[in-house]
């Protein structure tokens, strides 16, 4: 799954927020049940009553017995009402207890024995099967009805042993309006008339997958149909956006293609689907065989262009779990990652082969930071089933969990890697799995032995910590490598044993010497003809660490310049950054914000030119725009430039690029950073950005969310217009966003928000979240605390609540919207605006993953 909020890799990146779930909340079970019964097979035929939003179902289930004895199967199953239970089709008593359908065997069963279980029910689910229709607000809304089962939320439509450590068949049998398109797991068998106006649909999946995987998708939907080596492969988009379905979805047979050749094992399964549905819970969800998807991936073809890999990032990642996931399944929460983590090292995989090559080493940077800045993380393992008061759906599984891959690939080579990747998909299909298994067939097929590897990256928590310098000795023609691991040892967090290249330039070129760090403190000699211009430690930047490199600043500006991997780059610019009134550092930056050929490095020197605020560097950017096209860095150098106050021609360029500019993202950032300058006149110009239009009322979200960083409470009747019931979703989430920033001694306007706890629309609700723990009234803290408390919360949600409430409850009378919040919390509310931006923006389009944000965000928690 990705997350929605996805630290959000990427946008997963914005998840980090997802904390912890309270007692009250039934956390996920940790480890695996025991198994009285073997569920094989599940006939699941369902109805809908879309005035009451009622499920009306009737399930039969064939099961085998595994203990010898039992007496009673229980099936879970929660707000549903239970009609009738048979038992190989004679009339059996039954009983609904604590979460559970108890049903009572004629006589104490014997192991092999065999039974069908049929099961008539009806409910309104309050979790798990979503109903989304048209109402007096949002009366063009296209019908549609879908499922989403992970982690333990099939049970609320559907009662059925719901952990993953089983898998069974299934027939689903879906009734519908005739003008309605079904989607289910496995291959379509039929479609036939029901009468009354109805069509009855009927889907098999011959291949066995875990419950939380059974997916319907049901509703008012355009469908785009390809092939890949003449298995299907779908798109569905609400009723009238099916044209945005080829613009972000076409690369899915290539990467059906590569999958499948890189992994040396086919695609498993009947079809592929992918149904983009609205409101969903997640970002996305990779039921065996049909995905389901945000609808707000469909991004319109004017905005498409201008992100590097589109969606690419979320159907990969999806897409990827149909082997890690689907085909191999874990066998507890507690070993999520062989889920998340594979998905997260999948959708990179697909962006390293895909896109140039700097596109994969700039996301691994970038994701290696972001996990270290989500300081909850880093005591945590990848392993772990102590999570009844946080959650196993972390940055840990997704962002942390992708990088392990990573860096495993690289220590023991491809071949063997991907030798020991088909050697578990192979031994394991069709199961479920844990951490072991995966380490045993690597063993297995490379005769390597990994269990140092796994023993510190996922079982042990943290990363390496590291404090480097070195001397030349002239006489010796040597360095001294002196390397210190600076992580504090405690809990789960040990020393590392690390390879590492180092590489050493001198005049007379580059030479790189692989050494093994595994000490607390140690020195490396390596030759050098003469004194080294440049030095680098973990050269590219293959393992998971973060680096205190104490060197001299002419060797930065070498390094910026000369170093031939994004990563060394990137560490020099962020290095020479912290020197924010050295002319020399500055220049450099803006030289490579001019020339380097990673677009990566440049928007990075444009992000730190910005964070100086010298007058050099206001220049600087605005020499680059005039030269830059391409939007994902344009954007990046407008966003910049909103640090500058008080710059005249800074202002000037601003308020043209959000007039007039070729990049939609550029005009974007231009009215934030209107909004951040609090430019003459900046709530006349915001107020006129809002009333235009633009693909995706792309310029409308942006001036509404610059009104939030403007602080200007005059803004808030306009927001108040725009977070109104009616308008459309993506808008009032923005809308929501600023209007929780202003205006702060208001309670009425907290209230307003807190209001929107309840609404249907879960975007809203995040928004509203996200919002209430922005403004730091902790006078929302009950609303909050009364919602975490509701039957309805998805997987995502309860965590997020959890998050923003430890927010409110941090520091009282400071932090955002403190009296005494001073800089800090002025820093925080910004970063959680760029959080929300990120989540806005995936939900528009997706990390946050990133996920995500698999990154996959650290989502649920």
């Not at 549609?144 to 993953?164: A, F, H, I, K, M």
């Not at 293959?542 to 002419?554: I, Q, R």
Request: net charge negative.
């Amino acid at each position: 799954m990705l997350k929605t909020l996805k630290c959000a890799a990427r946008a997963a990146t914005a998840c980090a927020v997802l904390l912890t779930m309270t007692s009250a909340m039934r956390a996920d079970e940790p480890f695996a049940r025991n198994k009285d019964y073997d569920l094989q097979h599940s006939k699941i035929a369902l109805k809908f009553d879309l005035e009451q939003k009622k499920v009306i179902g009737d399930v039969t289930h064939t099961l085998s017995i595994l203990k010898e004895g039992t007496e009673k199967i229980w099936f879970d199953s929660v707000g549903l009402t239970i009609q009738s239970v048979t038992v190989n089709k004679a009339a059996a008593k039954f009983e609904s207890k604590d979460g559970r359908l108890i049903v009572p065997l004629a006589s104490a069963a014997k192991t092999g024995q065999k039974f069908d279980v049929e099961i008539k029910y009806e409910g309104k689910p309050t979790k798990g099967l979503y109903f989304i229709l048209p109402d007096k607000d949002y009366p063009d809304r296209p019908k549609q009805v879908w499922t989403q089962g992970e982690s333990e939320d099939t049970r609320y439509y559907l009662p059925t042993y719901d952990y993953p450590n089983d898998r069974l068949t299934t027939e689903t049998i879906l009734t519908v309006p005739a003008a309605w398109i079904t989607v289910a797991n496995g291959k379509l068998i039929g479609v036939t008339d029901a009468g009354n106006g109805n069509k009855t649909w009927t889907w098999r999946e011959n291949l066995p997958s875990s419950t939380y995987l059974i997916t319907v998708v049901a509703g008012e939907f355009d469908e785009v149909k390809e092939t890949w080596r003449g298995i299907p492969v779908t798109y569905y988009a609400p009723k009238g956006r099916g044209e945005r379905l080829k613009v972000n979805y076409s690369r899915t047979p290539q990467m059906l293609e590569f999958f499948s050749k890189r992994l040396g094992v086919d695609y498993p399964w009947e079809k592929y689907a992918q149904s983009m549905v609205d409101d969903f819970v997640a970002g996305g969800m990779e039921n065996s065989s049909a995905t389901t998807n945000t609808s707000t991936s469909l991004t319109h073809e004017k905005l498409a262009h201008e992100y590097t890999t589109g969606e690419d990032p979320l159907i990969s990642h999806e897409l990827g779990h149909q082997w890690f996931g689907d085909l191999v399944t874990c066998k507890d929460w507690g070993n999520i990652w062989l889920n998340e983590g594979f998905a997260t090292f999948m959708e990179r995989l697909w962006v390293e082969h895909n896109f140039p090559k700097d596109q994969i080493e700039y996301e691994l940077w970038s994701g290696a930071r972001d996990w270290f800045e989500n300081e909850g993380l880093y005591g945590k393992p990848i392993v772990r089933h102590d999570f009844d008061d946080s959650s196993e759906f972390d940055g840990n599984a997704y962002n942390k969990g992708g990088w392990v891959l990573m860096m495993l690939r690289h220590e023991i080579g491809e071949e063997a890697f991907y030798a020991g990747l088909k050697h578990y998909l192979e031994t394991n299909r069709g199961k479920n799995a844990v951490t072991a298994d995966l380490t045993r067939a690597i063993e297995e097929a490379t005769h390597i032995n990994v269990d140092q590897f796994f023993s510190q990256w996922v079982y042990g928590a943290g990363a390496p910590k590291f404090d480097v310098s070195y001397s030349y000795d002239d006489a010796k023609h040597k360095i001294s490598l002196k390397v210190k691991q600076a992580q504090k040892l405690e809990g789960k967090v040990g020393i590392f044993r690390v390879p590492v290249d180092v590489e050493v330039a001198t005049v007379a070129g580059a030479k790189t010497y692989p050494i093994i760090v595994a000490k607390a403190e140690e020195a490396f000699e390596l030759p050098a003809e003469s004194a080294p211009v440049m030095v680098l430690f973990d050269k590219g930047g293959h393992v998971l660490k973060s680096a205190e490199f104490h060197k001299e600043k002419k060797e930065w500006l070498y390094q910026l310049k000369n170093a031939t991997e994004v990563a060394d780059r990137l560490d020099a610019v962020v290095e020479l950054g912290k020197s924010k009134e050295d002319g020399e550092a500055i220049a450099s930056i803006g030289d490579a914000l001019k020339n380097d050929k990673a677009w990566g490095v440049r928007a990075t020197a444009a992000d730190t030119l910005g964070a100086t605020k010298n007058p050099a560097a206001a220049k600087l950017l605005l020499e680059a725009l005039n030269n830059t096209k391409e939007p994902w860095v344009r954007n990046r150098i407008v966003a910049a430039l909103g640090n500058f106050k008080d710059n005249a021609d800074v202002l000037t360029k601003v308020n043209s690029i959000a007039k007039q500019d070729d990049s939609y993202r550029a005009r974007a950032s231009a009215l934030q950073a209107i909004g951040k300058l609090k430019a003459p006149n900046a709530l006349e110009t915001l107020t006129e950005a809002v009333k235009a239009d633009s693909p995706d009322e792309f310029l409308r979200h942006a001036a509404l969310r610059a009104m939030g960083e403007l602080g200007d409470d005059k803004a808030v009747p306009t927001l108040r217009e725009w977070v109104a019931v009616g308008k459309p979703i993506e808008t009032r989430q923005a809308a929501i966003n600023s209007l929780a920033r202003l205006d702060k001694n208001n309670k009425e306007i907290t209230q307003q928000i807190a209001g929107y706890l309840t609404e249907a629309h879960a975007p809203v609700r995040f928004s509203a979240i996200f919002a209430l723990g922005t403004r730091g009234d902790a006078s929302a803290i009950p609303a909050l605390e009364a919602l975490l408390k509701s039957e309805d919360l998805s997987i995502e949600m309860a965590p997020t609540i959890k998050g923003q409430i430890a927010r409110l409850k941090k520091e009282p009378g400071k932090g955002p919207g403190g009296a005494d919040g001073g800089e800090k919390a002025e820093g925080d509310s910004a970063a959680m605006a760029k959080r929300l931006e990120r989540l806005e923006h995936m939900l528009q389009e997706v990390s946050d993953r990133l996920k995500a944000i698999e990154e996959k965000l650290p989502a649920k928690k």
